[in-house]
């Protein structure tokens, strides 16, 4: 039977597929009971698991050496007993056959009633044991997952499916792109976290907020994600259908339309020269934005590059990545910003950082670079090095003071001067500029214009900080608004100051590249925007239907609107709404 989820669009765009659940630790104990035609397959497979796990340990003793595999060995050595104990085994068969349990049900049963018989005995080192219970039998549950996932990538090879989670990070996504899933569909997460704009940039449909899909969804059932309508429609109709062919044949000759601008310069309608940037996260968006006429990468985050690494990328593994974004960007100017990440991310990107209640207001950006100097050292010299390469600039993000800035071009000297001393071709001159994403600095702009080069403002932070509204939350999304009267204000009161120092400032938030937008940051004054490449001949076609001298001209009223149903009265039909 036709049902509808509704969603909030974090990638554009539609596709038909087969759904392929993957359901987080919570839903991942079933408990119904098992047909009696799957009770000898669940005992197999309840068998495979232990005997992986018996694997992963032999494996693991093999790889211990000296001390430690007197020490750990132990320990290994009575986990391995317990995996081999018949009672536990044959405990487990019965429940399966008898009780029709699934493995992992099974296993999770008698993991409480071992661990209570455990608890309750006086002697505190039996009732240590317990814990040895517990690691042996999430080990078995480990392997069955394994299985379990190893069945759905089976599924996944029929190719068009659509993937269905509860949030899925970054560093997840590049993978799944690249293993052919037609999009995703997340009950939680927002529009402007990480994962929406690298699904964006990786052009995979994404819709996230999208409640009760975990539960009701089931792998296989066919599912229209309609990016347009913000909804998953499973089990569509034929309506459904031809709307989905009717989006297809538009998009094609939409495209086509906009395939025309490639390469052209942007200009208002009045004929006012603007410049349009790339955001990129992966060389091959470089590529792309040339292709499409850019005056270079305004945003190079390298966040992505430690967190599809495992551990920390050397010096020499970072200099060969940012040596080929900036030989694909041919002499483009290329602006690296350095690492951004917080207690939130730092893990998977190989940092070990104490965690943190309030991970944003925390230690991240700017600030974690600077405590831990020999990794932002490492960064620092690799880019360096690649900078011999092209035009390279230098952005810091999470700038709150001057001084953060002060501190990093005196360590980038330091670094320029070593590496000149042990040989390297280092350019005298390099450009270091300041992301405004926090009030402080954007309040303060003028200090920040008397150290800093240039200006990029990360308007997907600066609305989070002046709107006290998470970005990643999906509570808040009716608060989270770019286009709030505030941080507007702020907008155009760091773009009028960094042009009245003749300093370049340069917007690379979501909102640059939001045809919705162009008006109002014409208006502001803003001649300088950074998107994902998508976005450029979407943005340069609606900037090139902005009137700039009508729009300068109304911007004092449009920063006296009290809401954002003046603003819309002001501007007509083509007002931001988000
Ligand atoms: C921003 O905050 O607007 C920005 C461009 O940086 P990021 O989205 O990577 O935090
Ligand atoms: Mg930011």
Redesign the pocket.
Known sequence: MRRVFAGSTAAPGMALGRVRLERPARFSIDNTPLPDDEVEHEVARLEHAFAAAREDMAELRRKLHGALAREVGEFIDAHSQLLDDPELIEGLRAMIRKGHYRAAAALKAQRDRLIAVFEAMDDPYLRSRGEDVEHVIARVQRALARQASSEEKKLATRVGEILVTESVAPGELAHLASHGILAVVADSGSPYS?SA?LARSLHLPMLVNAKGVLEDLRDGDLALVDGVRSEVVVHPAAQDLAQFRNWQRDAQREGRRLARLAGAETRTRDGHKLRLYANAERPEDIERARNLGVAGIG?Y?TEFLFLAHEGLPSEDEQFATYRDAILSAGGLPVTIRTL?LGADKADSAGLTVASEPNPALGVRGVRLSLRLPDVFVTQLRAILRASCYGPVRILV?MVSDAAEVVQVRMMLEECARDLRTAGHEIPDQFELGA?V?VPAAAINVRALLDVADFLAI?????TQYVLAADRNNDQLGGLYRPAHPAVLRVLAWVIGRARMARKPVCL???IAGDPAFAPVLVALGLEDFSMLPDRILGQRDALSRCDRRRLRAMAPRLLRAHDNGELSALLGNVSPSA
Do not use: F, T
């Open positions: 990480h704009i945003l985050r951004d993000p992301m994403e990360g308007s997907n932070d600066l690379c938030g979501e």
